[in-house]
């Protein structure tokens, strides 16, 4: 064999196997452990770490990852459900995203969890919610800063926004929730994802907590959650550097304990990490059904497709189609030998996996595996387009 890709120490031709057939994500839990502890080595000690579910909501994935993170981000009320039914505390469950229902809101108060409120009318839809139910909602501003943050694969925050309250128009809120039944437990900002400059990321943390500290006089008890976001990336591409995470964790040392902590010595101060905790931890396994020329061009037909990693594609937020990192899975040491393009099974050009990679000599039943598809993966795909049916998700 010529190196043959293991995911937590099973071959993948065997998980294939037992699976029962491609394609299938696969996701390894010892990476996902440390990842974590990457993390905490890296971060300041009384710096808690939550988890947003939307990065990957599998239920295994969500209850492995309660052992090692200190709280979790939800954006729905399924996501809320799964992260309810591992041993997380409620409390610990933050629900964060704009449009939620008056059932959502319901949902949520009942079960005790921090909303993180994205606009007045949703704030006086929670202190209704709450008295029908005779529970005092627990909630935590949203803030959109008054900055942006350049280089996030994603924008979400800065100029206007449907995330958060706008900075200035939060004091006003803040003073109106004084006197409400609620439990203004603190602030959130989250102003963009995928983030692989450690500079930027630096600058966009010494900011919202300036921004933060600075609304924290206006809150009507004292702050006991500061969320400060993450947008920490991966990379996906040759281009792509990983994050200095070491300069990222000695900056937040640094503003925790010359800045947060002499103003709000009772908050738990939260960074919030999707794609970064799970990313790396998983692949997606396809298999080749075709092998075709044309015209100077060699085709690998796969079994899979955008339908199941659309990312993979270029066409989930990303403004130029990059490849994503591709192997053959039963030749992981062999030398490339030719190029060609790796396409899915949809009846779309979209539908474009590795365009003209360089790949070992591959032909039909081979593996093909792509990489950094642990997030916004399966769930960030358009799985009822073409109606083929939906792919196995595995924790090893
Ligand atoms: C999506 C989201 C995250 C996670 O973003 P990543 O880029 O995956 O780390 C965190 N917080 C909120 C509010 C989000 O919407």
Redesign the pocket.
């Known amino acids: 064999m010529d190196g043959q890709l293991a995911v937590g120490g099973v071959p993948v031709e065997r998980l294939a196997e037992r699976v029962g057939g491609t394609p299938f994500f696969a996701y390894d839990r010892r990476l996902l452990t440390g990842r974590v502890r990457e993390l905490r080595a890296a971060l300041p000690a009384d710096l808690q770490l939550?988890y947003?579910i939307?990065?990957n909501p599998m239920p295994a994935v969500v209850q492995h990852m309660s052992t090692l993170v200190d709280s979790f981000?939800v954006?729905s009320a399924l996501e809320m459900r799964t992260a309810l039914d591992t041993t997380m505390p409620p409390r610990r469950v933050s629900f964060?995203?704009p449009g939620k229902t008056d059932a959502e809101l319901r949902q949520a108060v009942a079960a005790g969890v921090t909303i993180?409120l994205e606009s007045e009318n949703e704030a006086a839809r929670i202190v209704r919610t709450g008295a029908a139910l005779g529970i005092r909602p627990r909630v935590a501003v949203?803030v959109n800063p008054d900055f942006a943050i350049k280089g996030s694969?994603?924008r979400?925050g800065g100029g206007p926004q449907q995330?958060g309250v706008d900075a200035e128009r939060v004091p006003a809120l803040l003073k109106e929730l004084a006197g409400a039944e609620l439990e203004v437990l603190g602030l959130?900002c989250?102003a963009?994802?995928?983030n692989l400059r450690a500079d930027i990321i630096i600058e966009a943390q010494r900011r919202t907590v300036e921004l933060l500290l600075r609304l924290a006089d206006d809150a009507p008890g004292p702050v006991r959650y500061l969320n400060l976001?993450?947008?920490?990336?991966i990379p996906y591409t040759e281009k792509d550097q990983p994050l200095d995470l070491a300069a990222v964790g000695d900056n937040l040392a640094g503003l925790l304990a010359g800045e947060v902590r002499p103003r709000l010595p009772e908050a738990r101060v939260v960074v919030?990490?999707?794609?970064?905790?799970v990313?790396e931890a998983g692949v997606y396994v396809t298999r080749v059904v075709d092998r075709k020329e044309s015209r100077g061009k060699t085709y690998l037909i796969v079994d899979g497709g955008l339908h199941h990693q659309l990312a993979a594609s270029g066409n989930f937020g990303q403004v130029i189609r990059r490849n994503y990192p591709i192997a053959v899975a039963g030749r992981l040491t062999a030398e490339p030998t030719e190029q060609v393009t790796v396409v899915g099974c949809l009846c779309t050009p979209l539908d474009l996996l590795g365009n003209d990679v360089m790949l070992p000599a591959a032909g039909v039943g081979d593996l093909i595996v792509l990489y950094q598809a642990g997030?916004?993966g399966l769930t960030a795909s358009p799985t009822a387009f073409l109606s083929h049916p939906a792919p196995a998700e595995v924790l090893l």
Do not use: T, V
């Open positions: 939550s947003a939307k990065a981000d954006a964060a995203g993180e949203r694969g994603m979400m995330f959130h989250f963009g994802s995928q976001g993450g947008g920490f990336g919030e990490l999707g794609r970064y905790l990313g997030a916004y």
